[in-house]
């Protein structure tokens, strides 16, 4: 059963140099099933249709935020996006979650490489707000190109950070 939702883009932020975060206000109901892991569809033109982790969502689920990063030699989804801008409407489907978090783990490493951190770091949020006992390696090719370091500063996670840059 389809959840459609017509939406808003309320803000994009410059993340990195190929990196943007998208935030989407939903027009009617707030969204349910915002836990980490979770994803949208996004409606695009040409019958486009591209699935984008959750990284950040309000908690009255009035708001989520997915990131983009811009794929030029892509199949059109990630340049589509990028051509958004704030308060212009957008069509979801969604959020639904195939990448739970285990629960209650002894230990957890979590390993995202470039953008494949989008649904990464709403897990590692939670397990630092939870007290779990974890590890998370952040691998990009470039330091300018961690779209999600400082977010991952801001968290204050200690020894159990690691960013890793190919170029150093």
Same mark, same amino acid.
């Given at each position: 059963?389809?959840?459609? /939702?017509?939406?808003?883009?309320s =803000?994009?932020?410059?993340?990195? #140099? *190929?990196?943007s975060?998208? *935030?989407i206000?939903?027009?009617?109901?707030?969204? /349910?099933?915002?836990?980490?892991g979770?994803?949208?569809?996004?409606?695009?033109?040409?019958?486009? !249709?591209?699935?984008?982790s959750?990284? *950040?969502?309000?908690e009255?689920? /009035?708001?989520?935020?997915?990131?983009? $990063?811009r #794929?030029?030699?892509?199949?059109?989804?990630?340049k589509?996006?990028? =051509?958004?801008?704030?308060?212009?409407? !957008?069509e979801?489907d969604?959020?639904?979650?195939?990448?739970?978090? !285990?629960? $209650?783990a002894p @230990?957890?490493t979590? !390993?995202?490489g470039?953008?494949g951190?989008?649904?990464i770091?709403?897990?590692? =949020?939670?397990?630092?707000?939870?007290?779990?006992?974890?590890?998370v390696?952040y691998?990009?090719?470039?330091?300018e190109?961690?779209?999600f370091?400082? @977010?991952? #500063?801001v968290?204050?996670?200690?020894d159990?950070? @690691?960013?890793?840059?190919? *170029? #150093?």
């Amino acid at each position: 059963m389809s959840s459609k /939702k017509q939406c808003r883009i309320s =803000n994009i932020v410059k993340l990195s #140099e *190929d990196t943007s975060s998208f *935030d989407i206000v939903s027009r009617d109901a707030p969204f /349910k099933s915002l836990e980490p892991g979770a994803h949208i569809d996004v409606y695009l033109a040409a019958g486009m !249709i591209r699935q984008y982790s959750i990284w *950040d969502h309000a908690e009255d689920g /009035k708001r989520l935020s997915i990131a983009v $990063k811009r #794929e030029d030699d892509g199949r059109g989804g990630s340049k589509a996006m990028h =051509n958004f801008i704030s308060g212009e409407s !957008i069509e979801i489907d969604g959020p639904r979650n195939n990448f739970k978090l !285990i629960e $209650k783990a002894p @230990h957890y490493t979590l !390993i995202a490489g470039g953008i494949g951190v989008t649904p990464i770091f709403p897990m590692v =949020n939670q397990l630092h707000k939870d007290g779990a006992n974890f590890d998370v390696y952040y691998l990009v090719q470039k330091r300018e190109l961690a779209a999600f370091a400082a @977010h991952f #500063e801001v968290l204050n996670l200690g020894d159990s950070y @690691h960013l890793h840059c190919d *170029d #150093e």
